[in-house]
């Protein structure tokens, strides 16, 4: 098992910036590649970046290419991802997720382990 607690949500006007991070613990977190996904109100749940087990390799969703970025530190247990220049439309609530695969996957089912979500609203 492995368990993930997100954090660093709230509320933040329009071009701003937010860091949200997940601590995980349970299983060695270097032998899961991490996700962020978000859902918003009548929405389905949504990639929008992922990391390699060793930081080395990261995706991101067109919609938040060049304004997010996603990071670990495997020494503590962390990813984190650093999110700049806000819009309203993301507005949502993240979710990290852990994935055994070596680089992660687009698709929520390819994810074993979930957090429990922090909510991230954007002001206009």
């Known amino acids: 098992q492995v368990q993930l607690v997100e954090s660093g949500g709230g509320l933040v006007q329009a071009g701003g910036s937010l860091r949200l991070s997940c601590a995980a613990s349970?299983?060695?977190?270097?032998?899961?590649?991490m996700g962020w996904f978000r859902q918003s109100p009548g929405k389905k749940r949504e990639f929008v970046a992922r990391?390699?087990?060793?930081?080395?390799?990261?995706y991101y969703a067109d919609s938040v290419k060049g304004r997010f970025t996603i990071s670990r530190d495997n020494a503590r247990n962390t990813v984190h991802l650093q999110m700049n220049n806000l819009k309203p439309e993301d507005t949502a609530v993240y979710y990290c997720?852990?994935?055994?695969?070596?680089?992660?996957?687009?698709?929520?089912?390819?994810?074993?382990?979930w957090g429990q979500g922090t909510q991230v609203t954007v002001s206009s």
């Open positions: 990391i390699s087990r060793s930081g080395g390799v990261t």
């Open positions: 997720a852990a994935d055994s695969g070596l680089s992660g996957s687009y698709y929520e089912l390819d994810y074993a382990y």
């Open positions: 349970g299983r060695t977190f270097s032998n899961y590649a």
